[in-house]
């Protein structure tokens, strides 16, 4: 990222080794905890600095639409900027999500069933001059704001490099600011794992098909995923890069989770839990074994990304949802 006399809003996160994760995957797997991010999510790194961007450029109204996480960051960046935000959300955002944008002094709208008809709803609110969209995902400066989790990734590591790094995809920004900060330091060739749920596997879907995808619906309970097309960008990437898709049911995603709380104490999304789910569902194990990973290699990075619909009665309700008490 360019230097700038702001500071971002985004802090520096851990990278801390887990024992348990690393007994299970059969090598030393180190978690970014973005969990901790300001508003439990990644998302602060890239919606933050595009709204500090915009906000030199004389825009008056954000409007940002988003499953929920993108929305908090937007938010708070706005309140931080003082400057007002809407945030369109669909009606499967939860209402603790809803209230706790509003504490941050958004507007929220509620609109449609998936976020693509929020995000239809929330282009139409910004046709008012001095209006400006902004996207939870896909836009250059959201990528170069992601990307900052590498620039640290590597102050941490030092003169290690990867193994490869397990990240959950929705509508791609994470991975697209995932791969250009990789190519900036150096690790163009450390590979991705690319996590998504069935019912929000639009990268999975498009890499199948051989071009872009739009689901029909999205049947996944990860609704922070829930996008029904990926951008052009983290399509392109996957295409070109090292990148290994990879599918796993809401089951495992909220197995996952489960199971996160018992070994790390964190209470994280099911969109955090379908990259969890790549060690707990042994996924890298069994890449290992086919030789699709090398090994030995160097440290699994899990990227922790976090998420703040969640709590231990929504757990609950989705493991009664899920047949899984
Ligand atoms: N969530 C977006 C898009 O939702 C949002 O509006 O909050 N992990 C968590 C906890 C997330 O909230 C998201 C995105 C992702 C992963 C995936 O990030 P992406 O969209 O950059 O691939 C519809």
């Known amino acids: 990222m360019e230097p700038s006399h702001v500071d971002p809003f985004h802090i520096v996160t851990p990278l801390k080794k887990s024992p348990v994760l690393s007994t299970l995957a059969g090598t030393d797997v180190l ?13 602060i790194r890239g ?67 998936a976020w693509d008809d929020a995000d239809a709803h929330a282009h139409q609110l910004t046709e008012v001059p001095g209006s400006v969209y902004v996207s939870p995902f896909n836009h250059p400066v959201i990528w170069e704001g992601h990307s900052t989790l590498v620039y640290e990734l590597k102050n941490s590591l030092g003169s290690q490099t990867p193994g490869v790094l397990v990240v959950a995809v929705g509508g ?12 900036k330091v150096g690790w163009s060739d450390v590979p991705i794992i690319a996590m998504e749920t ?34 052009e960008r983290a399509l392109q990437y996957a295409r070109e890069k090292n990148i290994i898709s990879i599918t796993v049911d809401d089951r495992e995603a909220v197995r996952a989770i489960e199971k996160f709380v018992d070994d ?22 069994r890449l290992q074994q086919e030789g699709k990973l090398q090994t030995p290699h160097g440290p699994v990075v899990l990227i922790v990304c976090g998420g703040s619909g969640i709590s231990l009665s929504q757990l609950q309700d989705f493991k009664s949802q899920l047949g899984l008490n």
Request: with cysteine; proline share 3%; charged share 15%.
């Open 31 to 43: 978690m970014k905890l973005e969990n901790i991010q300001p508003m439990g999510s990644f998302k």
């Open 47 to 113: 919606i933050g600095h595009y709204c500090q961007m915009l906000s030199t450029k004389g825009y008056t109204k954000f409007v940002c639409s988003s499953g929920g996480n993108a929305g908090l960051a937007a938010a708070y960046a706005c309140n931080k900027l003082g400057l007002p935000a809407t945030i369109v959300v669909p009606e499967s955002t939860g209402q603790d999500i809803v209230q706790k944008l509003q504490k941050l002094g958004a507007d929220v709208i509620v609109k449609g069933k």
């Open 172 to 183: 791609g920004g994470l991975l697209a600011g995932l791969v250009e900060g990789m190519v």
């Open 198 to 231: 069935i019912g929000a596997h639009c990268l999975n879907a498009a890499l199948q098909a051989g071009k872009a995808v739009t689901l029909p619906e999205i049947t996944s309970i990860a609704k922070c995923l829930g996008a029904k097309t990926v951008c």
């Open 264 to 285: 790390e104490l964190m209470l994280v999304e099911p969109s955090c839990g379908a990259a969890l789910a790549a060690i707990y569902s042994g996924h890298i194990q």
